[in-house]
């Protein structure tokens, strides 16, 4: 080419149509190759971990499916009216939102504004908006995916169960798709306004609107189980449903999609069409106003997000590490160090602590008021039954948070390998550390749920102490379990946790943990489900001849208890022992 | 040899002041980078360096004052398509391999496929990375990404070329393809920034040395103006200790600080 005809192209790139097509369709090529790229390394080099990935997410598509099938059978059974669902789905859709709404608006602001990747990119002759929309499709990409996974077998399976033509299946893509759009556009906008209007204080605005959230839940939660009248009865379901008015607000999307999915589900489907074309302009609308934001304002918030961040200063020692010094005083000082150390990153970390709290104080708040919730509690199947329910959601809950925080902690810490090595510590006391850390917060909180929880139910003492017991086991193998394999499976070239955590090794852990917790409860929920329903009818369960004394029931909850202590055990020392073995001949 | 005699200014900054909050990382500073000119930008960690660098790239903006590249406001989409930014710790797509991050690079710069290719070749064997160009990013050593980006820095052919820290990470070999670069480049008309702690470097390759601290530039001019301004005959390890106050037993700061008010430095 002529230098005449290069200079040409180098000053028509300069011109903004030219920029804008130059733009998208090397952003567009880009991902492409990437996407490709990550595939084909899958493909050629992670097989295993392909089918695993694949294999745990046709069980929690099928899990899911089962379990909504369910239910909507047994709604189903009642003959109620198509109203029931249309509350159903707001309250699901109405959830689904929110969490999109926040989850897109973190993505999107990282993405944006603490990215290496879009640093590199503002250097570029790149439309600010099309930089925008790179980071955009990303996160709308993660976010259809879980809303995918998550949505379409509560979808399939009520459309099975009240026999939903054609037309219903084939608009649960677009109704699913277009659906994350309304709140990532959302979310987007409002991640780039804040990063524009208080640039300093991104995590004290995260703060405020998680705070009211957690308080708006909890009132709406408190005011459901104070619904008067006797559960069930008709006058009771009007109250309550009333009480869920608001999800069937005109100008809400969650309301848009409920209608769509029941309209279209009972072959209605001018008015479902209807519905699903309102969410897929609404989305289209939100993707614009997004785009056009970022095209006003992308630049300017990301100077400001760069160049006016918090300069505030923190004490070296404060009462955490005080608290942590005299609790811990047992500990070796530098695994009590290490501990300090944790602590101080988890609690300077809100995206961390503010998810621990806000699961926890809901299930605090759901335990608070059980009785509340269920008329069934004077009969001791169901007592027992909603115990270990309380127990199970717990550990499920601490299975995840394990997975999500501790997993990651040996692959960011990896990174500060040149300087641990060095320290007068063992690797081994650095593993401990983390366990160590883990054991305590997770013991404190969960043991507190499940006292709260078994005081409210009012169930046996034996039961009580087999329940403090159980979780300390689970606490223990959790803990170890995400330690161990942490420091077996580390990433080192990874900066995200929660890309960390969204890999192999945090999907195996995830696995590891949820057999874990399936021997361990199951163990002792078995002999208790058959000593009461040997003891006492109720309804929804078959009888069974089996009627231990009280003696037989001990001694089979003590052997349970034996073990599933056993497995505690070997939850603890198999995971930490492959885990020191790896640390140990561990390269940095 | 120092060459005295540049083309028109590419890279303005004047009166440029930046605040981060209370703190002043930048203050008043003004500068030149005339066409066909390696300009050295020196100064201790915090000095106010990368603040400067960022804000000629655009990815900062001034609190006041004002940085124009090749006449354009720093940060428009007219200086960004004349300007090539190599930071000190380089972006890679892990996921793209070395010759799918250069092909994207020249797609973004509207090249034609013909001169792409004619000018990934060119600085794929300038920089020697040919052994490793169809190989994922993720795997390369830290030289390698090193290499790999300042061809794609230089592969849309930049009026303006700005570098922080570049002799991070590379090997001696790697260093001296670089500091060629330098040489070629400026000799091509290309204006060079460098941003810079090895002095040796600057010695031998600048024409013009920026000396910031505390965010004023304290002493600018050639090798030979900075001795003579500072009535120093020593290397310029000697000289930038002197001025930053490093030098022992010299409250070097003070004497810049009097050299200045003095007027005898900018």
């Known amino acids: ?588 | 040899m120092t060459r005295t005699s540049f083309g028109e200014p590419r890279i303005v900054f004047q009166n440029v002041i930046k605040q981060f909050g209370p703190k002043t990382a930048v203050n008043g500073v003004s500068f030149e980078v005339r066409s066909g000119e390696i300009f050295a930008f020196l100064g201790p960690n915090g000095a106010g360096k990368t603040t400067s660098i960022k804000m000629i790239c655009g990815l900062m903006k001034p609190t006041s004052g004002q940085v124009l590249v090749c006449g354009h406001a720093a940060g428009t989409a007219e200086a960004r398509s004349r300007i090539a930014y190599v930071p000190d710790q380089p972006f890679l797509y892990d996921k793209l391999t070395g010759r799918e991050f250069l092909t994207f690079v020249t797609q973004m710069y509207g090249m034609p496929p013909e001169l792409a290719t004619e000018r990934i070749s060119k600085y794929v064997q300038l920089f020697e990375i040919e052994g490793f160009l169809d190989q994922l990013c993720e795997g390369y050593s830290q030289g390698m990404k090193q290499r790999l980006v300042f061809a794609s820095a230089l592969v849309h052919e930049p009026e303006v070329l700005v570098v922080d820290e570049p002799f991070v990470g590379l090997d001696p070999r790697s260093a001296r393809i670089v500091k060629r670069t330098f040489v070629d480049q400026a000799r091509s008309g290309v204006a060079v920034l460098m941003s810079i702690h090895l002095l040796s470097i600057a010695e031998d390759l600048a024409d013009r040395i920026g000396i910031i601290n505390h965010g004023k530039i304290i002493s600018m001019g050639t090798l030979g103006e900075l001795r003579d301004n500072l009535a120093h005959d020593g290397s310029l390890e000697d000289l930038f200790l002197a001025i930053t106050g490093d030098s022992e037993g010299e409250p070097g700061g003070d004497k810049a600080a009097d050299a200045v008010a003095e007027g005898l430095l900018p």
């Not at chain 1, 099975?160 to 699913?176: E, K």
């Not at chain 1, 990301?302 to 923190?314: I, L, M, N, P, T």
């Open chain 1, 1 to 588: 080419m002529s230098p005449e005809n290069e200079l040409k192209s180098m000053v028509a790139a300069i011109n903004p149509e030219v920029l804008d097509k130059n733009s998208k369709a090397s952003l567009k090529l880009l991902r492409g190759r990437i996407f490709h790229n990550l595939l084909a390394d899958l493909w050629q080099n992670n097989r295993l971990r392909l089918a695993i990935a694949i294999f745990c997410c046709t069980i929690f598509w099928l899990g899911m499916f089962v379990l909504f099938f369910g239910g909507f059978e047994f709604v189903e059974s009642f003959r109620l009216t198509s109203e029931i669902y249309e509350y159903l789905f707001g309250i699901f859709f109405f959830t689904l939102f929110v969490m999109l709404f926040f989850s897109n608006g973190i993505i999107i602001y990282a993405g944006l504004f603490h990215s290496r990747e879009t640093n590199w990119l503002m250097t570029q002759p790149l439309a600010e908006d099309r930089i925008f929309i790179h980071k955009f499709v990303e996160s709308f990409a993660f976010a259809s995916w879980g809303v995918l996974l998550l949505g379409s077998p509560v979808l399939v399976a009520y459309g099975l169960s009240i026999r939903a033509p054609a037309l219903f299946y084939i608009s649960i893509l677009p109704l699913l798709i277009a659906y994350v759009g309304i709140p990532a556009g959302l979310g987007s906008c409002s991640a780039m306004i804040i990063a524009w209007m208080v640039p300093r204080r991104p995590k004290t605005i995260l703060l405020c609107l998680i705070s009211i959230l957690v308080f708006s839940l909890v009132f709406f939660i408190w005011r459901l189980v104070r619904t008067p009248g006797t559960a069930l009865t008709a006058d009771w379901m009007d109250a309550f449903l009333n009480r869920l008015q608001f999800s069937r607000h005109p100008l809400l999307p969650s309301r848009w999609m409920s209608f769509a999915v029941v309209n279209l589900g009972t072959g209605k489907f001018i008015v479902g069409l209807q519905y699903l074309f309102v969410t897929i302009t609404n989305a289209a609308m939100a993707w614009l106003t997004a785009t056009w934001v970022s095209h006003k304002i992308l630049r300017i918030a990301f100077y400001r997000a760069q160049g006016e961040r918090s300069a505030r200063r923190r004490k070296a020692s404060n009462a955490i590490d005080k608290f942590f010094n005299r609790i811990f005083w047992f500990i070796d000082p530098h695994v009590r160090l290490l501990m300090i150390k944790d602590a101080r990153c988890f609690l300077r970390d809100p995206a961390q602590w503010s998810q621990f709290i806000i699961f926890f104080g809901l299930l605090a708040a759901y335990f608070w008021n059980i009785r509340k919730f269920s008329s069934n509690l004077d009969n001791l199947v169901w007592r027992n039954l909603i115990s270990f329910l309380n127990l199970s959601v717990t550990a499920l809950l601490l299975a995840t948070f394990t997975s999500r925080f501790i997993f990651p902690m040996m692959s960011l810490e990896g990174r500060n390998a040149w300087m641990l090595n060095l320290l007068p510590v063992r690797r081994s006391q650095i593993l401990w550390g983390k366990f160590t850390f883990s054991f305590s917060l997770s013991l404190f909180a969960s043991e507190l749920l499940l006292i709260i929880s078994d005081l409210q139910l009012g169930v046996y003492p034996a039961i009580v102490v087999s329940h403090v017991l159980l979780i300390m086991v689970i606490c223990a193998g959790l803990s170890a379990i995400s330690v161990g394999l942490g420091a077996k499976m580390p990433n080192y070239r990874e900066t995200d946790p929660s890309k960390i955590a969204a890999g192999f090794g945090g999907t195996l852990n995830l696995v590891v943990s949820l057999l874990f917790l399936l021997m361990t409860i199951g163990a002792v929920s078995l002999p208790c489900h058959l000593y009461f329903i040997g003891i006492q009818s109720a309804e929804g369960f078959r009888n069974f001849d089996l009627k231990w004394s009280s003696d037989q029931f001990q001694f089979w909850l003590i052997v349970a208890m034996i073990f599933s202590i056993a497995i505690g055990v070997l939850a603890v020392l198999v995971p930490i022992r492959i885990g020191l073995r790896q640390l140990a001949e561990q390269e940095f």
